[in-house]
């Protein structure tokens, strides 16, 4: 049972919310206690960009996948990867039918990971079946 008491009332703007999660965790304003207390703000991200571009932006993921049915998606992240090079390997690094996989894994994979993979194929070291 809580004993402590509401929770704080927090109001975030939605259109700074992304910034705010790019930050390392190291960056980040620490959360605070208290409920009056002040958030440093950040300009929004349509701020980054000419008015004419915003239009222009379209954000997606890769698609549902029914071999990855729960909310962990590493498996989905490394799967894709390999799927990608292994096209990329039979049709070409020019191939427009792997680009599809390129974006699903550039979606789902930290890019820290993505490094470590491109730094273990150039090495030989690679564990995934390409």
Request: aromatic residues 10%.
């Amino acid at each position: 049972h809580n004993n402590h008491g509401p929770a704080p009332n927090i109001k975030l703007d939605l259109d700074q919310a992304p910034s705010l999660l790019l930050l390392p965790l190291s960056r980040r304003a620490p959360v605070c206690p208290l409920r009056d207390a002040a958030i440093p703000s950040s300009p929004p991200i349509s701020s980054f960009l000419p008015a004419d571009e915003m239009a222009e932006i379209e954000i997606k993921t890769a698609p549902a996948d029914f071999r990855f049915p729960t909310t962990n998606q590493t498996r989905h992240c490394f799967t894709r990867y390999v799927e990608f090079h292994r096209c990329v390997s039979a049709k070409g690094d020019e191939a427009a039918e792997c680009e599809k996989f390129a974006k699903y894994y550039r979606s789902l994979c930290p890019a820290e990971w993505v490094e470590k993979w491109n730094e273990q194929r150039e090495n030989g070291t690679f564990a995934g079946p390409l």
